[in-house]
T-cell receptor
């Protein structure tokens, strides 16, 4: 079956611009997660959704980062006034429930020039 | 809070040799432990997990790991590696009180040579 789909796979943007990264979770998965993986590092937790609500957004680095999941399925990670330090691979994962295994997408590679 | 240390950034090994990838963690609460593998240009894939019970956990592709609470370790092993095992391996931990939040190590690149 279809896995977690992330679009675009690559995004290049200029410093100061706004970007949106999309995640389509596996159908029926109620939990959705965003992680960020910088070069040479392991993924870092950003935010966790249970249904439509953000149950934990403690990993978002600052108020330029925001994520939504309005219908409890697709999620969008939004980054305002991008900075070069935001360059990373942004990973989305979903799970059937909170205690179920996470299924990761292939990520969106964001490059801020 | 939890943290994970993977001391080896890269482990070169010859095909059919055994391998051990080391992982140590710290936590003030009881934890769940995981190993994920990331093949080039692919997403993270769960290899195995320890939630409770037997401390020796078997996963996919012939990998296994042993949870050692006294040494706060969860080392990954395979008795005989293949070229196709070349990938990045990540150890991760989550607290039982916040099981949705995985804390990852920095990864170990396993390089299998013929």
């Amino acid at each position: 079956g279809a896995g977690v789909s992330q679009t675009p796979s690559n995004k290049v943007t200029e410093k100061g611009k706004y970007v949106e990264l999309r995640c389509d979770p596996i159908s029926g998965h109620t939990a959705l997660y965003w992680y960020r993986q910088s070069l040479g590092q392991g993924p870092e937790f950003l935010i966790y959704f249970q249904g439509t609500g953000a149950a934990d957004d403690s990993g978002l680095p600052n108020d330029r980062f925001f994520a939504v999941r309005p219908e409890g399925s697709v999620s969008t990670l939004k980054i305002q006034r991008t900075e070069r330090g935001d360059s990373a691979v942004y990973l989305c994962a979903s799970s059937l429930s909170t205690n179920s295994p996470l299924h990761f997408g292939n990520g969106t590679r964001l490059t801020v020039t | 809070a939890q943290s994970v240390t993977q001391l080896d950034s890269q482990v070169p090994v010859f095909e059919e040799a055994p391998v051990e990838l080391r992982c140590n963690y710290s936590s003030s609460v009881s934890v769940y432990l995981f190993w994920y593998v990331q093949y080039p240009n692919q997403g993270l894939q769960l290899l195995l997990k320890y939630l409770s019970g037997s401390t020796l956990v078997k996963g996919i592709n012939g990998f296994e790991a042993e949870f050692n609470k006294s040494q706060t370790s969860f080392h990954l092993r395979k008795p005989s590696v293949h070229i196709s095992d070349t990938a990045e391996y990540f150890c991760a931990v989550s607290g039982m009180d916040s099981s949705y939040k995985l804390i990852f190590g920095s990864g170990t690149r396993l390089l299998v040579r013929p």
